[in-house]
C-alpha cells in the first residue's frame, strides 16, 4: 500500500507535468497566432501583387480584344436603333400649326439656324413628319457622340484629362498612348449601368423634346415641360435606353479594347459642301449632288482611325465608316 508521502509526490509531478503541457500548449498556440497572422499577411500582399500584375499586363499587353470590323457592326447597330426610335417618334407624334419653342439658342449650335427654321415653318403633315425625323436622328446622333467622346462627367476633369492625352500621343508611341487611353477610360467614365443611364437619358430626351416642340408637337400630355418629359419616358423610354446602351458598348470597345490605334466617332458639320471621300449620302450613292448642295446634318455616326505619319509632323484619316449626311435639298 502506497504511502501518504508517495501519493504526495505523484500529485506534485502530475501538476507539474501538467503545467508544463499546458505552458507548451500556450507556446503552439501563440506559435499558430502568428503563424495565422503571417499567413494572412502574405495573402494579402498576393492579393495586391495579382492586382499590380492585372493592371501591368492592361498596361503592357497590345492586342486589340476586338477588330475594326466589330466596331463597325457595334456602329451600324447603333445607327440602326437610333434611325427606328426617329421614325417612331416622329410617326407617332401630333403636331399642331404653330411652333411651341420660342427660344432656340440652346438648338442652333446642333441643328443650325436653317434646320431650325425649317422646322419652324408648319410644312404639311408628311414634309413635316419627315423633317422631325430627320432632326430626331440628328440630335440624338449628336448626343452620342459628345458622349462618347467625353473622358468624364465633370467638365474641368475632362478638358484636363483630354489636354493630357494629347500631350502624350504628341510624345509617345501610338501603343503607349493607346495603353494609357485603355487604363484611364476604364476607370475614369463609367460607374455601374443604372448610374449612367440616370446621367445620359435626360440629356437625349430633352433634345428630342426640343426638336418636337420646335415642330409644333401638340400629342395629348405635352402642355408642360414636365408633362412632355413623362410623356416621353413613358412612350420612347425603352427605345432612348436601348440607345444608351448601344452607344456605351460602342464607347467601351473603342476607348477601352483598341490600343494599336485611335477609333473616333466622327459626324459631318452642318453647312459643308458634300465630299464622298468624307461622307456618304443618306439618299444613296446613286444621287446626284449638285455642287450647290450643302449638309443640313448628320444621320448616322461615322468612324475614323488618325493616323500620323512616319515623322510626327501630320495626321491622316482613314475611314472605318463614312457618316451619313442628309443634304439641304433633301428637305426642299
Not at 422646322?119 to 414634309?127: M, P, Q, V, Y
Not at 476607370?187 to 455601374?192: A, D, I, N, Q, R
Not at 440616370?198 to 428630342?208: E, G, N, Q, T
Not at 477601352?256 to 456618304?280: F, H, L, R, W
Amino acid at each position: 500500500m502506497p504511502s501518504r508521502g508517495s501519493e504526495s509526490s505523484d500529485e506534485e509531478r502530475s501538476r507539474r507535468e501538467n503545467s508544463k503541457l499546458r505552458t507548451e500548449l500556450s507556446t503552439v498556440q501563440k506559435q499558430l497566432d502568428a503563424r495565422d497572422i503571417e499567413l494572412r499577411g502574405l495573402q494579402d500582399l498576393l492579393d495586391v501583387r495579382t492586382r499590380e500584375l492585372q493592371d501591368a499586363r492592361t498596361y503592357l499587353d497590345t492586342t486589340d480584344l476586338v477588330s475594326g470590323g466589330d466596331v463597325v457592326s457595334m456602329a451600324e447597330a447603333l445607327n440602326a436603333e437610333i434611325f427606328q426610335t426617329a421614325a417612331y417618334m416622329a410617326d407617332s407624334s401630333a403636331f399642331g400649326a404653330k411652333c411651341r419653342l420660342v427660344v432656340t439658342e440652346e438648338v442652333d449650335p446642333w441643328l443650325g439656324a436653317d434646320f431650325v427654321e425649317i422646322l419652324r415653318s408648319g410644312k404639311d403633315t408628311e414634309a413635316r413628319v419627315q423633317c422631325v425625323q430627320v432632326a430626331l436622328q440628328a440630335s440624338l446622333v449628336r448626343s452620342c457622340m459628345a458622349t462618347i467622346a467625353m473622358w468624364h462627367p465633370e467638365s474641368k476633369i475632362d478638358e484636363g484629362l483630354r489636354q493630357l492625352y494629347s500631350k502624350i500621343q504628341k510624345t509617345s508611341l501610338v501603343p503607349v498612348a493607346g495603353r494609357w487611353r485603355v487604363m484611364t477610360r476604364s476607370k475614369s467614365k463609367y460607374s455601374t449601368p443604372e448610374e449612367t443611364e440616370k446621367s445620359y437619358i435626360p440629356w437625349m430626351v430633352r433634345r428630342a423634346i426640343l426638336v418636337l416642340l420646335l415642330a409644333g408637337w401638340d400629342s395629348d400630355g405635352t402642355k408642360t415641360w414636365e408633362a412632355c418629359v413623362d410623356t416621353v419616358m413613358e412612350k420612347y423610354g425603352r427605345r432612348i435606353r436601348d440607345i444608351v446602351k448601344l452607344m456605351m458598348r460602342l464607347d467601351k470597345a473603342i476607348h477601352e479594347s483598341v490600343v494599336s490605334k485611335d477609333i473616333i466617332v466622327c459626324i459631318a458639320a452642318g453647312g459643308n459642301q458634300y465630299d464622298p471621300g468624307t461622307m456618304q449620302n443618306a439618299d444613296g450613292p446613286t444621287e446626284t449632288v449638285q455642287p450647290s448642295d450643302r449638309v443640313m446634318c448628320t444621320s448616322d455616326l461615322g468612324l475614323k482611325v488618325t493616323e500620323a505619319s512616319e515623322d510626327g509632323t501630320s495626321r491622316g484619316d482613314t475611314y472605318l465608316l463614312k457618316p451619313k449626311v442628309v443634304l439641304r435639298s433633301s428637305l426642299a
